[in-house]
């Protein structure tokens, strides 16, 4: 016998017991699109890699090291998407939606990175996004972020940090970056190994090492604040505003720098200490200079993406446990020979807007109750012979809605709703 097959590393099953978990989610998520009016786009898993090799710069961990990419039998260079904020430029400047307009969208479906997996670290895993297309003013800034922490309101999610800093502009990150460069080459050999190489390909990330050492050697390092200029401050500082308007606490954190590098201005993340060493829960910020780097008119546009499979790890510790599924009805058929009638009345059932489950025809009166409980049935319906031959059905209440009663299968329907069983 061959060896069983497994799934590849990283990459995980959402079984049936989890789903009901990662649908309520969903559908958290999906309201909170609908409240702010954004519109749904989806777009392929497979892209053209030099999207994001452009997109998110090849100085960063996913370009160098995490992406699913191939050559396919007709010779394109293609990969399996890391993120969706490049696809939905992608997608946004070949069909026209942002020319001459401002637009809102979102999206929800796998990304794929080849990191080392571990616990809320995978190499297919979710996101739910949201971004603002076409608006350079700080109250979308405002908007994305209070969408996110709509969703841990609803979810009924706490301790979920947000971490806010602005990068200014190109010119002025580029002359922070100069001034840091500098700076840190004094001290190059001290810093940790990949610090010393960022030095050359992308000083901003030495900003997040996790080195204590490089991190010792930044504090007296020269701080993005001292180059962003007084437009740019006064964005962000109005950013601040509203959300202390709108009770949203935040922490401003000058070595937040994200790992992409198409931000510019405003970045934030969410962070918890529920899902272990990955902490984050949802990044993003402004990307104005990204739709136009892809060809497409000098676009501002500012977003977020969350994790879910983080996000759903969170709701489940939180709200201790799984959200289990709730069935209306179990119809119990204890005699094959009334196999037809049970079809027959299931079917009734489900027309009548009734989530019915059946056994037909297999095992105990007692097992097939044990089962019409464990899946919170909340009637079971028992046909036996007896039952069939007289016509009448058995209704027996799961949970406590009085008495079980033989009705006329005829006057089942009725039976349920004047009486109210469900
Ligand atoms: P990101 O920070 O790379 O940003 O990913 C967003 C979220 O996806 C993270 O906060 C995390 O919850 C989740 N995530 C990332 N990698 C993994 C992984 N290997 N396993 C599980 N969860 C993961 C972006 O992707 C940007 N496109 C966000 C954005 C949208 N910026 C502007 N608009």
Redesign the pocket.
Known sequence: MSAKIQSVKGMNDILPSQSPTWQSVETVLRKVAELYAYQEIRTPVLEKTTLFRQALGEATDIIEKEMYAFEDAGGEHLCMRP???ASVVRAGIQHGLFYHNQIRLWYMGP?F?R?RPQK????Q?S?F?M?AIGWPNPEIDAEIIMASAKIWGLLGLQDIRLCLNTLGSNLSRERFKEALVTYLSDYKNELDVDSQRRLKTNPLRILDSKNQRTQDILNQAPQINDFIDSQESDHFAHICDLLTQSSIAFHIDASLV???DYYTSTVF?WVTDANGA?N??????R?DGLIALHGGANTPA??????L??LVECYQAQQHGNVTEQLDIYLITLSSNDSSLSTKIGESLRNAGYKTAMNHGAGKLKSQLKKANANGAKIALILGESESTQGVIQVKPLRGQGETQNIATSNLLNFIETNQLL
Request: aromatic share 12%.
């Open positions: 993120e969706n904020t990304m990175r990191d809320g670290r995978y190499r895993f996101q996004g971004e994200r790992g992409l993340e990955q984050a829960i949802c990044g993003g910020g990307y500012c977003g977020f993406a969350l994790g499979d983080r």
